[in-house]
């Protein structure tokens, strides 16, 4: 496939997301002005060795610890921005009467919470003039707290005097189920994202606005920030043939938009007919990153416990994740922080030709130690420590793409790949058959 293939496809979805406001999906608001797309710079990694051999000092297990000098920001620093007005309290306060006398039904989970980090069940559970009747939870369940691909298997929330029943959607009910969509007259979102097409909250989003089609009722979005901004998207967009569960959306990996404007998007692209309503932030600049918005983070995920690894999760989780032998954190108490694999030798190799790739907003430092995971277990693995500098200038999935390009010119065939993994997170299969051939990231 020709370079040209993965850039007018991320080309097709700007233009697509661009006539957002023009929906088929009798969308009661406008979204916000689409994303720009445009193109990264390049990227590298590769090589660890034996924490004696290599000179770098060894993590104690389950630290991540890194060897080398540390390098530090020297931005200035700068007064605490008003906190972006989330969705859940615009609600609330002007326009409960999208849920007033209406049957809810909620598709949330620990992220949502609203100004005061007080969960979005919890307050509408807590109002009279709100009738939750049914919860959904996505991936990692209610809590947030469950390991990947597994939700609640039933069971009730119980809260204010109240019990409220609980499907999970994952397992043999990806979308809520017709029985327990009759149970309510509106369905409502509100989960925090991190903005990328990978990241499962969107899937749940998606399916559920397909069911909400079948049962022609009423969507309402709680919008909240996207962690990187809404002024930048990476990445060929998804094909058809490899839909998934982490790739559902005809979306690039890093999309640029909200949740609620990923509704508005997927009602016009997937011809979605069900009166969609995005309660939207108020405060909230395309511009911001979540370090911008004044608000508090509360974990997404097991795996994105900061917003820090929220911006890593895509350049070091497009790597680990795609099926090769490379560990991304995971088993670590630096989850998406790092890549490391047993077949790097040479930590200081690996960490000085990804810095000598001269990567916008990130440094690497070498590091050597012992995650408590999968073929990883208690072994000594090498690598490097991503240390991010500068989030907005930062590009996550060209970083991605260098360590993998890296990875392969230094280590060939001892980096395995499981090509039907790697077709199902990245969307396509020739950005693979491209790397195996040795392209380097700016011709792929």
Known sequence: MSVSRGRLALLSVVLAVALVPSLSCQTQTSPRVAPDVREPPAQVPNAAKDAGDAGVPEAEAGTGGVGGAAVESTAAPQEAPTPVK????????????????????????????????????????????????????????????????????????????????????????????RANMARHDVLVFDIQDIGSRT???????????????????????????????????????????????????????????????????YARELNLRCPVEVVEMEGWRREMIWEDTGLSWVPTSPGIPHPHNAHLYVATGMVGGSGPNVNEGGGNSQPFELIGALFIDDPKKLAAALNARGL?????????????????????????????????????????????????????????????????????????????????????
Do not use: C
């Open 360 to 444: 916008p907003g990130v440094h690497f430092r070498p590091l050597v130690y012992r995650p408590w995971r999968r073929q990883f277990d208690g072994k000594r693995v090498g690598g490097v420590h991503l240390m991010l500098l500068d989030a907005k200038a930062f590009r996550p999935l060209h970083t991605a793409l260098s360590i993998l390009v890296t990875l392969q010119a230094l280590y060939g065939a001892k980096m395995t790949v499981d090509a039907t993994r790697f077709r199902r997170i990245w969307g396509n299969e020739w950005v693979l058959k491209m790397i195996r051939a040795g392209a380097d990231v700016d011709d792929i």
């Open 86 to 177: 989330l969705g859940i309290d615009v609600l609330l306060e002007r326009r409960i009467d999208l849920v007033q006398g209406k049957r809810v039904g909620l598709i949330t989970n620990a992220s949502a919470v609203d100004g005061a980090l007080k969960l979005t069940v919890d307050r509408l559970l807590e109002d009279p003039r709100v009738n939750v009747v049914q919860l959904y939870a996505p991936e990692h369940g209610l809590a947030g707290a469950m390991r990947n691909g597994k939700s609640d298997t039933g069971g009730t929330y119980e809260h204010a005097g109240k019990s409220v029943p609980i499907q999970g959607l994952t397992g043999d009910h990806f979308r809520p189920t």
């Open 199 to 265: 990241y499962t909250y969107i899937s749940s989003l998606g399916l559920g606005m397909e069911a909400a089609h079948r049962a022609k009722m009423p969507v309402i979005v709680l919008d909240r920030p996207n962690p990187l901004g809404g002024v930048r998207s990476e990445g060929p967009v998804r094909e058809k043939r490899f839909k998934s569960f982490v790739g559902w959306g005809p979306l690039p990996v890093t999309h640029g938009m909200t949740v609620g404007e990923v509704a508005h998007f």
